[in-house]
């Protein structure tokens, strides 16, 4: 079975660090993207960015360039997302979600998100 | 302010038929890049319904399609059921973003 399985809740404090990751299994962990989508309590879907497990391959949302830092270790099937110093805004339900790309048989460029993980959520409180 | 836009909420009762519109632009939708919707049903994890504009993974019913026209994309539920009760999202990259982009959710409600 496909699947990836993301790390437990967090609970941190403004200024400090974190590290969650996602693991994946039941398939080639280098041959797809993993993305990362955040969902801000009572809010929609927003994607992050990306990376490529395979030769770690990554990119931003300009939203979410220089705000965290995607990174994966393809020995151990595991992408992360990383935050230097965390804000208050930061509080949200975090996705992790294998990508699939390419170029369809009509010519148009596709990428979407066909497995997710549960979800991690991120509490940063004072 | 998302870059596709999708109307806040949509209703219907049992059996009905609704369509959630997705409108992009000459940057997304309306250029060579495809739409994909999404199903989160509440508490959960958003689950991929319909790629390429009307190709559904394996599970998903019949029910359930996509389409496109111009900037904008539809999907459509017939025969709706209480269970479709969720909130949907279209996704698309956007070329001026140089990533991915997600309308900003429509609320399906079943009367």
Known sequence: EVQLVQSGAEVKKPGESLKISCKGSGY?????????????PG???EWMGLIYPGDSDSRYSPSFQGQVN?????????????????????????????GRSGLGSSGNYYYYMDVWGKGTTVTVSS | ????????????????????????????IGAVYDVHWYQQL?????????????NRPSGVPD??????????????INGLQAEDEADYYCQSYDSSLS??????????TVL
């Open chain 1, 28 to 40: 080639r962990f280098t041959s797809y993207w993993i993305g990362w989508v955040r969902q801000m």
């Open chain 1, 43 to 45: 809010k929609g879907l």
């Open chain 1, 70 to 98: 995607i990174s994966a270790d393809k020995s151990i099937s595991t992408a992360y997302l990383q935050w230097t110093s965390l804000k208050a805004s930061d509080t949200a339900m975090y996705y992790c979600a294998r």
């Open chain 2, 1 to 28: 302010q998302s870059v596709l836009t999708q109307p806040p909420s949509v209703s219907g009762a049992p059996g009905q038929r609704v369509t959630i519109s997705c409108t992009g632009s000459s940057s997304n």
């Open chain 2, 42 to 54: 509440p508490g959960t994890a958003p689950k991929l319904l319909i790629y390429s504009y009307n």
């Open chain 2, 63 to 76: 029910r359930f399609s996509g389409s496109k026209s111009g900037t904008s994309a539809s999907l459509a």
């Open chain 2, 99 to 108: 990533g991915s982009v997600f309308g900003g959710g429509t609320k399906l």
